[in-house]
């Protein structure tokens, strides 16, 4: 017999992110990081992916105008 295995979860859905735009002297929080990534067509019926900031000095302080690159990990 032959039998295929299931395609693993990270190589079937691909995160979306959306992009944050914070004002003048509003610090990023992880949460608007996070906020902003989904997994479009992940099935309900599993339990949900976890979105986590890998490295909170990532995270803009609101004073220094910019586009920053925030690492996050989707398990």
Do not use: F, M, R, W
């Not at 691909?14 to 099935?43: C, L």
């Not at 599993?46 to 690159?69: A, F, R, S, W």
Request: hydrophobic share 20%; aromatic share 2%; net charge negative.
């Amino acid at each position: 017999p032959v039998t295929v295995g299931e395609e693993a979860d990270n190589d079937a859905y691909d995160p979306n992110v959306e992009e944050v735009n914070k004002d003048h002297g509003t610090p990023t929080t992880e949460e608007d990081v996070t906020g902003a990534v989904t997994v479009p067509d992940y099935p309900s019926e599993k339990e949900q992916p976890v979105i986590t900031g890998d490295n909170p000095d990532q995270l803009p302080d609101g004073n220094t105008p910019g586009t920053t690159e925030v690492d996050v990990t989707v398990t």
